[in-house]
């Protein structure tokens, strides 16, 4: 994959996570109307107003310019500069190399959000070096053989008019040297006094943010601001601007030049100078850029000075990371505007070496990977309390201290156990099963605590056909009806003794016994037979369409398609149920020993019903319904009681569904069948069998079936 590399002309200045620092006095905006008019901008904070015709609020993000590749990355740096690659790395494993092109610039986010809040400026303290001006309030406090509490205001001239002491000029003093005048000038009058200076209400001035800045314009600042203070306000430096060289100019000439990354990286404010009126802040365009990604505490681009080397970035970028790989280093750099190529070098003996210790150039990208990851674990699993993979020491870590480091052997946990080792060889991998004693393991016995390597993996199983709970029901007319545990071999009629056997009114032949794996194979059988079907009706519906010839045999056509489809909607509602055939006896001791006396499985169900004394009679007949039960009657005398046959109805296939689920026909060679206690009668109807349609009779057979069980169930 082609590495990526974000010019730094169209580099967008993304802001890092550095902390706004809080606590100022006011800033207000100067333009054509007054400064308590102007526009609140989004991002400025509170009770600021900021000139009209800003920089976009989305600007200064990081955003990859057209065209450029971004390269993969597992961790990659946050725009916002809230990410903690470490504190990530840690916590979800992920230890590969941290590159990516997509870097913000360094320091912007000191100034993407203004202080949300700046002190009051009757709270400020003043100090005696702070130069007192016209607009500023002196508060004068005398006590003694004179008294009195005034205020007053430098006027224009710089001239203060104090009560019983005259005009005096403190215009351009210090804070402390206008106390002093000011006490001289009562001195002069009065005798045996005390007095007290402080300041009121400060003066504003107005200040110029100018050059590359993110809001330039005028600003009117309390006279305690710093050249910082108007900098927050404004935004800062905008992406074309420097942040190395900010010159604040005072009467045509600079007074000073001030470096942003000494106050981040340093904290060092000393050219932090207080604003004085009409002072002009200018930002000049930025100087070389230099971005470094990868394994580094900040992944940034900087801007740098001068003719900086590759361990001065470094120091700026808060140093390597402990994960580090120092046998590589890359470089991307873009030579005589006209193409971009890459080099490696390394970081081994850098301080000593100084050829490694490379020049930088504006635009160089310069990666530091990290160390591959080597991981020697083994694989637990099976009965013990925390299976899962264990990190090894090859040649120190035995099979016990796996196993302690788990949690131990489960109680259910077998002893007896391997070990399943692959070995790598030219003719490809040869796997090794090792058979261990787990308990003897566990004691020690070195023959079974066996040396680990890495990717063994460690089986340990069940006891042989371990299975904690094996449940069957019974319900119905038992006299303990309910979910029974059982052990291997238990049959039906243990169930049946377990339960108490049967009541009063029990009907044992006709008992439902269900199995869950008969159940699904039923199931599936019925579905692949409502499969065929549907393709069955579905071509068949295609054929008479194509084979209409009017507008009538059309219509015909569709009004069989639509009943068709109907039909299947209500076929696939069809649900096996899994009963399998037995016969119980009502003595059902007499069941112990017969093939019907099935040895139970888990979520086995057995249902006894009540005694029916009815019988159903269903399909093509006028009146299909229950009728009582009596001994000795032929099929026949019930469809009789049913209104007999109707006209579709195929006499020569009617048979009986027995109480227990099985079914014979009707007729047992000429002569009609006799029908007993719980059956139902199953009169099916003719089906002109068109159209590959030969399941259709079989399923109209399974919906028969499916609701006499479910008639007989209920009764």
């Known amino acids: 994959m082609a590495l990526a590399f974000v010019p730094p002309a169209v580099a967008r200045a993304a802001t890092g996570a550095a902390p706004v620092v809080g606590g100022g006095p006011a800033v207000s905006a100067e333009g054509a109307a007054p400064s308590a008019e102007g526009t609140l901008q989004s991002g ?30 597992l961790a990659p740096v946050d725009p916002d500069g809230d990410y903690d690659g470490e504190e990530l790395d840690h916590i ?42 016209p607009g500023d309030v002196v508060r004068i406090h005398v006590w003694g053989m004179v008294e009195g509490n005034w205020s007053v205001t430098v006027d224009r001239n710089g001239n203060l008019s104090l009560p019983q002491a005259g005009v005096v000029g403190v215009g351009g003093l210090s804070f402390s040297q206008a106390r002093d005048v000011i006490e001289g000038a009562y001195g002069q009058y009065f005798t045996n006094f005390d007095i007290n200076v402080s300041m009121g209400e400060l003066r504003s001035l107005t200040v110029y943010v100018t050059g590359n800045a993110r809001r330039p314009g005028a600003y009117t600042v309390s006279s305690l601001s710093t050249l910082v203070n108007a900098l927050l306000a404004s935004g ?17 000439k600079t007074v000073v030049t001030f470096d942003v990354y000494d106050l981040l990286l340093k904290g060092d404010k000393t050219k932090d100078v207080r604003l004085m009126p009409g002072d002009v802040i200018f930002i000049p365009p930025v100087g070389a ?37 120092r046998g590589r280093l890359q470089v991307d750099r873009t030579e005589n505007n006209q193409y971009r190529t890459t080099f490696e070098t390394d970081l081994e003996n850098l301080d000593v070496d100084p050829r490694k210790n490379i020049a930088l150039q504006d635009g160089d990208l310069v990666k530091v990977y990290a160390v591959l990851v080597q991981k020697s674990t083994v694989v637990l699993s099976g009965a013990v309390a925390n299976p899962g993979s264990y990190a090894i020491e090859e040649g120190y870590t035995r099979l016990s201290d796996v196993l302690n480091r788990s949690g131990g ?46 990717n063994d993996y460690i089986q340990i199983r069940n006891v042989p056909e371990w299975d904690l709970y094996t449940t069957v029901s019974v319900g119905g007319q038992v006299r303990s009806p309910g979910t029974y545990t059982i052990k291997k071999g238990e049959r039906l009629s243990d169930l049946i003794e377990r339960a108490g056997g049967f009541t009063g009114e029990a009907f044992p032949g006709g008992a439902v016994f269900s199995r869950e794996s008969v159940r ?31 507008g009538s045999d059309a219509q015909l056509v569709q009004v069989e398609a639509e009943q068709k489809s109907r039909f299947l909607a209500k076929l696939k509602e069809s649900r096996a149920d899994g009963r399998v055939v037995v016969a119980i006896p009502e003595n059902y001791a007499l069941l112990k ?4 006396d099935m040895e139970l499985l888990e979520g086995d169900t057995l249902f006894v019903p009540r005694r029916p004394q009815t019988i159903n009679v269903v399909g093509a007949v006028y009146s299909p319904t229950a009728f009582v039960y009596r001994p000795g009657q032929p099929y026949t005398a019930y469809i009789r009681q ?7 109805a195929d006499r020569r296939r009617v048979y009986i569904v027995k109480a227990d689920g099985s079914a014979v026909r009707g007729l047992d060679g000429k002569k009609p069948r006799v029908v007993e206690e719980g059956d139902a009668i199953v009169v099916p109807e003719k089906i002109d069998v068109k159209n590959n349609l030969r399941d259709f009779r079989d399923i109209i057979d399974i919906v028969y079936k499916v609701a006499v069980a479910a008639k007989v169930v209920l009764d």
């Open 44 to 73: 400025a904070p509170e009770g600021v107003a900021v000139p009209d015709g800003t920089a976009p609020e989305n600007e200064g993000e990081a955003e990859a310019p057209e065209g450029v590749e971004e390269i993969d990355t």
């Open 92 to 133: 979800t494993g992920a230890m590969g190399a941290r590159i990516t092109a997509r870097l913000s610039r360094f320091g912007y986010g000191f100034f993407r959000g203004a202080p949300s809040t700046f002190a009051p400026v009757s709270n400020v303290p003043v100090g005696p070096d702070y130069v007192i001006g």
């Open 236 to 252: 800062g430096p905008s992406p074309s601007g420097t942040m190395r060289a900010i010159e604040l100019k005072r009467g045509g």
């Open 289 to 325: 850029l230099v971005g470094i990604t990868g394994d580094v505490k900040v992944p940034a681009y900087y801007e740098i000075k001068g003719q900086a080397r590759l361990k001065d970035l470094l120091a700026v970028a808060g140093g390597l990371t402990s994960r580090h790989f």
């Open 409 to 454: 052997l489960l109680y259910t946990a077998s002893t007896q156990g391997e070990i399943t080792r692959v070995h790598v060889t030219q003719e490809g991998p040869v796997t090794e099963r090792i058979a261990v004693d787990f308990a003897a393991a566990l004691r020690g016995e070195r023959n079974h605590d066996v040396s680990l390597k890495p």
């Open 520 to 550: 699904a194979g039923q199931q599936k059988q019925i579905d692949e037979m409502i499969r065929r079907l549907e393709q069955g009706l579905y071509s068949g519906a295609a054929a008479a369409a194509g084979s209409a010839m009017t």
């Open 593 to 596: 020993g017969s093939p019907y």
């Open 642 to 648: 049913a209104g007999d046959f109707s006209v579709n």
